[in-house]
């Protein structure tokens, strides 16, 4: 009886450990980011908060899921990006967190594409199931005045300059 007690206590230990381990096994997945997919009229100096499934900024895992980011414009140009990762050790709620930013302003009315590949791991060991592609467009620029607004522009100062040149004599 007592061996099928230790048994029975040796097996109970052995599936909860099992448990435990895959557990910390969840599967790498981008939870959220804070400009979604087809966005448009995206500011020319975007900030993308991507929140991950799991720790994705753990020493072990920073450098190569930095260089698993990158961004493209629609001719295939890359951008260069700036990626901001805390320390897990300092840090431990933003474990899940990255930040992403264009390190100069992107062009006006153009598409891009933020490429995060399936390389990008989480510490536990994790990687995406496939490469996450967030497709966007920025804001159009400021358009130039055609030339019925720029010459009624030029009427309405001309003629307030008439009317004070008046008033004076």
Known sequence: ???????????????????????????????????????????????????????????KVKGSNISAIRMDDADGNSVELIVEMADDQVNPEEKRNVIVKAQEALEADKSYTLLIGKSFSGKNGSSLKEDIKINFTTEGGKKPMNGIAMGAGVVVILGALVGFSRRKK
Do not use: C, W, Y
């Not at 230790?6 to 400009?35: E, H, Y």
């Open 1 to 59: 009886m007592k061996r099928i007690g230790i048994l029975v206590l040796s097996l109970l230990i052995v599936l909860s450990l099992g448990f435990a381990v895959f557990a910390g096994d969840k599967q790498l997945a981008l939870d959220t980011t804070s400009i979604e997919d087809g966005a448009k009229a995206v500011s020319l100096n975007p900030e993308f908060k991507l929140v991950f499934t799991n720790n994705v900024v753990n020493m």
